[in-house]
């Protein structure tokens, strides 16, 4: 039972670029000797061949779960909440969703929600879990187990924090793939912008090391780095675009974005002011892959890539890590690899119905350790 709450290999050409830096996370010393060829070609092979996670324990029976939204509107949230919503039904759990719709005063309501309820689990969709640890620890103290989709800038737990499990792709791998592919595109020569949000931890993150690949690349220029919020693109994007065109010229060939949205409001700017839609300005996102990136992407239409992640399996993965903690046993410490989609490959996995849904078959094998 749900319930809802409003509170107030592909064909491309690569060419070996070296980027041999090392941006932090969990990037480890051999993936920053690889070149962005190679980065590139691996982002690009079959999902069918990735990993399940380790094992878990049966399902726990008769647990009530609130899953906790930043806000609906952001895709990314919606996207892993309705993962969630299946693999709640799979496991035989309850589930109640809370949208705090992006404001103090709704996480504040939410929070106190919570607090009340007293829920067996807590699942965080988009909040910054160092910036509400003492309500979390309190939420804790009732007895609640919380895990959380971007909840800080790391998969795994979250240090200082009572976060148990933050499910995510590692941001500084998927920030490299898409700055590679920049590199490998531009052969070396790009002129970069990169769009990022400065209120997310993650977003931050992310932005730096994609301008670390960047300024690695000797022949590659980095023009500027645009704090732009999110909720705020439809009415900034037009107008900077316009701005960034005058400033830079045919300098700008590629646009870098910690999410598909800033280039919902760049497109049009860029067909009005002449761009071509196709071997203009190359946008490229490190970001959740949303269905209009993949109705450019398919069009190659003022997208030509984004790294995006399985929104739906990470929905199951969060149900999983809290049945392991119910359990009493470690979380899996999975963490998936990066998948990068570009018009040769965007109809694969799941790509046809404008998502990413791996092929590794991950809801059989959770059925199967849950219900065995």
């Known amino acids: 039972m749900i319930k809802f709450y409003l509170v107030v290999k592909p064909a491309i050409a690569f060419t070996t670029l070296l980027i041999g830096l090392s941006v932090g996370g969990l990037v480890n010393a051999e993936e920053g000797k690889k070149s962005a060829a190679d980065i590139v070609l691996e982002a690009t092979q079959p999902t069918r061949n990735w990993a399940l996670p380790p094992a878990g324990p049966k399902a ?5 779960i609130v899953y906790m939204a930043e806000t609906l509107l952001n895709g990314g949230i919606l996207g892993v909440g309705e993962g969630v919503k299946e693999a709640v039904d799979a496991i035989g759990w309850k589930l109640l969703v809370i949208d705090a719709r992006g404001e103090p005063e709704g996480r504040s309501e939410a929070f106190r929600k919570i607090l009340d309820m007293k829920p067996d689990g807590l699942i ?5 879990a160092s910036d509400n640890v003492s309500v979390l620890e309190e939420i804790t103290r009732n007895g609640t187990a919380i895990v959380g989709w971007h909840a800080g ?3 795994g737990p979250l240090a ?4 148990r499990f933050n ?9 490299r793939t898409a700055a590679s592919y920049v590199v490998v595109n531009s052969k070396g020569k790009a002129g970069v912008v990169i769009f990022t949000d400065e209120r997310y931890s ?3 993150a992310k932005s730096d090391a994609m301008a670390d690949v960047i300024r690695a690349c000797s022949g590659c220029e980095l023009l500027g780095i645009e704090n ?11 107008e900077l675009t316009v701005s960034l065109l005058a400033k830079y010229g045919t300098r700008w060939t590629h646009s870098l974005g910690i999410n598909d ?22 946008n490229i996102s490190a970001g959740d892959g949303s269905i209009s990136a993949y109705d450019r992407i398919r069009a190659n239409s003022y997208q030509v890539g984004t790294v995006p992640e399985p929104l739906t399996l990470h929905g199951w993965q969060l149900v999983d890590e809290l049945n392991r903690v119910f359990s009493g046993n470690l979380d899996s410490g999975y963490v998936i690899p990066t998948r990068l989609v570009l018009p040769e490959n965007v109809d694969q996995d799941g790509g046809q119905k404008g998502v990413f849904d791996p092929e590794n078959g991950y809801r059989d094998f959770y059925r199967s350790i849950w219900h065995r």
Request: hydrophobic letters at 50%.
């Open 202 to 204: 993650i977003a931050v």
């Open 160 to 163: 200082g924090t009572p976060v």
């Open 261 to 282: 949205l800033y280039f919902d409001f760049s497109a049009p700017a860029f067909a009005i002011a002449g761009v071509s839609a196709e071997g203009g300005i190359a």
């Open 60 to 64: 726990v029976a008769d647990k009530t």
């Open 124 to 128: 965080l969709g988009g909040f910054n």
């Open 167 to 175: 499910v995510t792709t590692d941001p500084m791998l998927v920030a």
């Open 153 to 155: 800038p790391t998969p």
């Open 228 to 238: 732009v919020s999110l909720d705020k693109t439809a009415e900034i994007i037009p």
